[in-house]
């Protein structure tokens, strides 16, 4: 993928997500091969690239991609997962017996 917005990390997760995927085994391998979308005209990703709609492939993980950091954004501002969040790291340290970072 290359830029169009100017906003390089969003570009490098992205090509990193791509990269990902194409070459792990397993579930991935299903996903680029067996699993068909509806944003893709009913083709697999692989379908899809081969046939020259990169961009489409692209947009499908770019949607992954804005929706993961819309939620994860979300779960910031929310003070009961960040307490959540502290609480397992203190619970964490304790049983390490590490000191702890609170």
């Given at each position: 993928?290359?830029?169009d917005n100017g906003?390089?990390?969003e570009h490098r997760a992205?090509?990193?997500?791509l990269d990902q995927i194409a070459h792990s085994e397993g579930k991935e391998t299903?996903?680029?091969?067996?699993?068909?979308?509806?944003?893709l005209g009913g083709r697999t990703p692989t379908q899809?690239?081969?046939?020259g709609d990169e961009k489409a492939v692209e947009?499908?993980?770019?949607g992954w991609y804005?929706?993961?950091?819309?939620n994860l954004d979300a779960m910031r501002r929310d003070p009961r997962v960040m307490q959540m969040i502290r609480d397992k790291?203190?619970?964490?340290?304790?049983?390490?017996?590490?000191p702890s970072a609170s």
């Open positions: 993928m290359t830029p906003d390089e990390s992205l090509n990193v997500l299903e996903w680029w091969n067996f699993q068909t979308f509806d944003e899809a690239w081969l046939a947009q499908l993980v770019r804005l929706e993961t950091k819309r790291i203190a619970a964490l340290d304790a049983k390490s017996g590490l």
